[in-house]
């Protein structure tokens, strides 16, 4: 008797799948001049789908996705969690417009992703992936899901993507600390409210402590 593989099961593959195509992905060696090193990491079921601009150089030397001065930032100071909870693919997808580190561009930073990447692999994974919620890192990222918005006009309100609550931040870059010196609030007020939320995503004890004491 002939038992059909049930549609978790199925996904579950079609995911694994993708992502093997994503990692032997060539298709910018020529532009970029270099061999790519598509960066891909999550389980179908991850709770946060995190969406970043690309890899940097740092990630593309160790395979480690935001293995960088950024990524420490983003993990210790703005989430506050370990990196047991951060890499653990059952709790977050992390993956980027982008998925290959693009070159050095200019002193300010990295060269803008090839587009052809979202189309091609992205759009895929946002239909597969089973999440909770949507964190978008940076302007690029932002501007993919909400073109012709202001980054500033998206990081203080909740976003929406596919129906699920999603959170735009700035990129957490030392590049970037002109921003965050406009923007003080972001830090101290939004920030907080963020971190919270993914705290109890997450199920972390000190968001679950916190609302049990004040339900006393």
């Keep these: 008797m002939y038992f059909s593989n049930s549609p978790l099961e199925t996904d579950c593959q079609n995911l694994i799948q993708l992502q093997e195509q994503i990692r032997s992905c060539r298709l910018c060696e020529a532009e970029f001049g270099f061999e790519p090193h598509p960066i891909v ?8 789908m995190q969406i970043s601009q690309a890899p940097s150089r740092t990630v593309h030397q160790t395979g480690k996705p935001f293995n960088d001065a950024s990524g420490r930032r983003l993990r210790q100071e703005w989430y506050k ?3 047991k909870i951060f890499y653990n693919p ?5 993956v980027s417009v982008a998925h290959c580190y ?6 300010k930073g990295d060269r803008r992703p090839p587009k052809c990447c979202a189309d091609r692999w992205l759009v895929r994974e946002l239909s597969l992936v089973q999440n909770e919620i949507y964190i978008l890192i940076g302007s690029t990222a932002a501007a993919h899901f909400f073109p012709h918005q202001k980054l500033t006009d998206l990081v203080f309100y909740d976003q929406n993507i596919n129906g699920k609550t999603t959170y735009v931040l700035p990129h957490p870059s030392p590049l970037n600390m002109r921003w965050f010196q406009l923007y003080p609030e972001f830090l101290e007020k939004r920030i907080p409210q963020i971190r919270a939320a993914l705290h109890e995503i997450l199920e972390i004890s000190s968001v679950r402590k916190s609302r049990k004491s004040n339900s006393v």
């Design 90 to 94: 059952d709790y977050f997808y992390i």
């Design 41 to 48: 990491f999550g389980n179908l079921h991850a709770k946060i």
């Design 81 to 83: 969690i370990p990196d």
């Design 102 to 107: 693009p070159g050095k561009g200019n002193a």
